[in-house]
């Protein structure tokens, strides 16, 4: 199995950022297609970012929904990704989940389904 485990959430002001980390234990996380979704009370799980590592291993494919204030990123070596949070908005307020498929996969996936493995979520909240 995999672990995963996020953090840096937490309280900020509206236009302040945050960087969420998901470090991973057991299993290797090498080159597993990683997501980020969140969460709002009352609303559907959605996704904020998904990345995924191209053929060679060497770099990264990733699609962004948050666009322009939103950057996932990954350490291999660490077993880490990252999602660099900026000028953030209330709206942005909810709880924040790391999630990492078992397989391989050439595309990044927007789709919860898809994903295997899922952290305890890092809970956000942008005040105004």
């Known amino acids: 199995q995999v672990q995963l485990v996020e953090s840096g959430g937490g309280l900020v002001q509206a236009g302040g950022s945050l960087r969420l980390s998901c470090a991973a234990s057991g299993r290797t996380l090498t080159r597993r297609p990683m997501g980020w979704f969140r969460q709002a009370p009352g609303k559907e799980r959605e996704p904020v970012a998904a990345?995924?590592?191209?053929?060679?291993?060497?770099?990264?494919e990733y699609v962004e929904f948050v666009k322009g204030r939103f950057t996932i990123s990954s350490d291999k070596s660490k077993n880490t990704v990252y999602l660099q949070m900026n000028s953030l908005k209330p709206e942005d307020t909810a709880v924040y989940y790391c999630?990492?498929?078992?397989?391989?996969?050439?595309?990044?996936?927007?789709?919860?389904?898809?994903?295997?493995?899922w952290g305890q979520g890092t809970q956000v909240t942008v005040s105004s």
């Open positions: 999630a990492a498929r078992a397989v391989p996969a050439v595309l990044p996936s927007i789709h919860p389904d898809d994903y295997d493995y």
């Open positions: 990345l995924t590592w191209r053929w060679n291993g060497d770099n990264t």
